[in-house]
C-alpha cells in the first residue's frame, strides 16, 4: 500500500545543500496543506511522477526569484529577461530540486520524472491532485518561493 | 436485476455519477463511493455488496491491491475494474487475482450495465 | 515515433471526446491561441520516453465541458470544472497510452496524474522537449493539444 509522502524535511535537507552552491541564501518558513485547487505563483515549475513514486511537484516563484535562480543555475553575476537558456536553467532547477528530494526517501522504488514543464500568468490556479497537496513556503534572498507537492510511494 | 447493491470504488465524482445513472434506473441500488482502495474494503465490509466497480488508478490503495484485499476477504466478490489505460498486461494482472470484468473509460451505459448482468448471471 | 504518436494523440482525443461529451472534436488547421482565460491539462509521461501531454482550451469551453460530464446538471462548486477536466485529460492519456503501447511492443508509457492550471494570459513551456502540435474545432470551442518528448526518445 502506498503512502502520501512527507518531504518537508527532506526539502529543507535538498535546498541547505542544493541552494548555497548556486549562491541563493535561503530559508524555510513554513508547511500547510492546500485547497485541491489552490492560487499560484506568476511562474510556475512542474514536474510529473509515476511509476514508483506516483504525483506532482511544482515549484513556484516570483519574477524576482525566478531572476536568481537563473543566475545562481547558469553562474552569473545578473539576469534581466528570461530567454531560452534561462528557462532550460529554471526546468534543470526544478529537476534537481524534486530528484534530489526524493531521493532522500527511504524507498526501493525507481524515481521517474517527466519533462519539466514551465507555467507563467497572472492570476493563477493550480490542482495538482484530487486530494489536498502540502506547500512548503521558503524565502529566497528578499523575496519567496513555494513548493507544492502531492506524491505517492511505498515506502 | 432489481435489489443488487454495487458499490463503486473510484476517485472521481464523475465515475460514481455514470454508474449510478447506468444502473439505478435499472433496479440496482448504488450504495456508497469510495474515493480510495482503503476505505472501499472499510466499505465492502459495512455494505457487503453484490457487485464493485472499481478503479485502477486511485490514490492510497490502487485498484490491484484492492482487487486483492476483497477477494482474499470473499473469493466470490464480483469486481468489474475500471481504467481509462485498456493495456493487455493491466488485464492479464486483474485476470490472474480473480477480476472477470473489465471496463475501459469512458463507458456507454449500456455496456455497463450488460457486464453487471453478465457478472452476475454467473 | 513522434509523428506516429502525434496520430495517436489525436485519433484518442477524437475518440474519448465523442464517446464522453457525445461531440465531435475535428483535427485542422492551426488557429492563434488567444484565448483570454485559459484552463490548461498537464500529463507527465514516462517509462520508455520521458516527456508530456498538454492539453488547452479556453474557460467558457472548459465550462461547457465539465457541464456535460456533469450530466447536464449545474456543478455543485465552481472548482468542479477542474476536477471534470482533468478525468477528461486522463481520459484522453490513458486512451493513447494504450494505443502507444499496443504499436510500440517493446516500449512501456506510464503517466503522472494530470496537474490542472487556470490563468489570464497563461504561457506554457517544456524546453527540453521536441513535440507535435494538433488543433481541434468543435461546437464547443477548440482544444490546442501538445504531445511532446525529450530529444533522447524521439
Given amino acids: 500500500m502506498s503512502e502520501v509522502l512527507e518531504l518537508k524535511d527532506h526539502l529543507i535537507k535538498t535546498c541547505e545543500e542544493f541552494l548555497p552552491r548556486k549562491g541563493i541564501r535561503f530559508s524555510f518558513i513554513k508547511e500547510k496543506a492546500e485547497n485541491t485547487l489552490n492560487s499560484g505563483d506568476p511562474i510556475n515549475l512542474l514536474v510529473g511522477l509515476s511509476k514508483g513514486m506516483e504525483g506532482n511537484f511544482v515549484v513556484g516563484m516570483s519574477k524576482k526569484a525566478a531572476l536568481y535562480v537563473i543566475c545562481g543555475m547558469t553562474n552569473q553575476e545578473e539576469v534581466f529577461s528570461i530567454d531560452n537558456i534561462a528557462r532550460n536553467s529554471l526546468c534543470d532547477f526544478v529537476a534537481a530540486i524534486c530528484g534530489q528530494t526524493l531521493a532522500k526517501v527511504p524507498t526501493k522504488k525507481l524515481i521517474s520524472l517527466s519533462s519539466p514543464t514551465l507555467v507563467t500568468g497572472e492570476r493563477i490556479c493550480l490542482m495538482i491532485s484530487k486530494t489536498p497537496a502540502r506547500k512548503c513556503f521558503f524565502r529566497m534572498n528578499d523575496t519567496n518561493f513555494t513548493i507544492a507537492y502531492n506524491i505517492e510511494g511505498e515506502l | ?122 | 515515433m513522434l509523428r506516429e504518436i502525434a496520430l495517436i494523440t489525436e485519433k484518442a482525443f477524437q475518440e474519448v471526446s465523442i464517446e464522453l461529451l457525445e461531440t465531435e472534436f475535428l483535427p485542422g488547421k492551426r488557429f492563434i491561441i488567444d484565448f483570454p482565460f485559459k484552463v490548461a491539462i498537464i500529463i507527465g509521461i514516462t517509462g520508455s520516453a520521458t516527456g508530456r501531454l498538454y492539453l488547452e482550451c479556453d474557460l467558457e469551453t472548459a465550462v461547457k465541458v465539465a457541464l456535460i460530464m456533469n450530466f447536464g446538471e449545474r456543478l455543485d462548486e465552481p472548482n468542479d470544472v477542474y476536477t471534470y477536466l482533468a478525468e477528461f485529460g486522463n481520459m484522453i492519456s490513458g486512451r493513447a497510452t494504450t494505443y502507444m503501447t499496443d504499436k510500440f511492443k517493446n516500449k512501456e508509457f506510464r503517466l503522472s496524474p494530470p496537474a490542472i492550471f487556470s490563468g489570464k494570459g497563461l504561457e506554457t513551456l517544456s524546453p527540453r522537449i521536441k513535440s507535435k502540435m494538433l488543433y481541434f474545432r468543435g461546437k464547443l470551442g477548440k482544444f490546442f493539444v501538445d504531445i511532446g518528448f525529450e530529444e533522447e526518445h524521439q
Fill in chain 2, 1 to 122: 436485476m432489481a435489489g443488487y447493491k454495487v458499490l463503486v470504488i473510484d476517485d472521481s465524482p464523475f465515475i460514481f455519477k455514470a454508474v449510478k445513472r447506468a444502473l439505478e434506473p435499472n433496479g440496482f441500488e448504488v450504495v456508497d463511493n469510495a474515493p480510495n482502495g482503503k476505505i472501499g474494503v472499510e466499505m465492502y465490509d459495512k455494505y457487503q455488496p453484490d457487485v464493485i466497480t472499481l478503479d485502477v488508478t486511485m490514490p492510497i490503495m490502487d485498484g490491484i491491491e484492492t482487487a486483492k484485499a476483497l477477494i482474499a476477504r470473499a473469493p466470490d466478490v464480483k469486481i468489474i475494474m475500471l481504467s481509462a489505460m485498456g493495456d493487455e498486461s493491466l488485464h492479464s494482472q486483474a485476470r490472474e487475482i480473480g477480476v472477470k470484468q473489465f471496463i475501459r473509460k469512458p463507458f456507454k451505459p449500456d455496456e455497463l450495465l450488460e457486464k453487471v448482468n453478465s457478472l452476475l448471471g454467473e
